[in-house]
């Protein structure tokens, strides 16, 4: 598959808001949002958390690029979908044969 073709299969919209830190009281602090075009999969699988502990994904997000994206990073999926910020379980990097190519988030 060409990377036309791959980018043809973007028409999702997620917003990320990158973890800053905790302020006093340990509520999370975020950062500005940021638009990225992604695919969204519904399909369930089992991930392995940050935490080494095996949980049941209910969707894929598939991000062009292997931009920023931490797991203690607020995710705001596209309407329609529930819950509409769920916890980001894994993260998974892929490259190809010219390097970077997607990020493959479990939520």
């Known amino acids: 598959m060409s990377l036309d073709e791959f980018m043809d299969f973007m028409n999702d919209t997620i917003t990320i808001q990158p973890f800053l830190g905790r302020d006093g009281y340990g509520t999370a602090m975020f950062g500005v949002p940021i638009l990225y ?3 969204v999969s519904g399909q369930q699988k089992q991930v392995v958390d940050a ?5 049941v994904s209910k969707a894929t997000i598939y ?8 797991p203690t990073d607020r995710l705001t999926m596209p ?3 529930d819950p509409q910020e769920p916890p980001i ?3 998974n990097a892929l490259s190809d044969e010219s390097g970077a190519h997607h ?3 479990d939520v």
């Open 79 to 81: 309407s329609g979908f």
């Open 63 to 70: 991000v062009m690029g292997q931009p920023p994206i931490g």
């Open 51 to 55: 935490m080494g502990v095996e949980r």
């Open 89 to 91: 379980l894994a993260i």
């Open 37 to 39: 075009n992604c695919r």
């Open 103 to 105: 990020l493959e988030i």
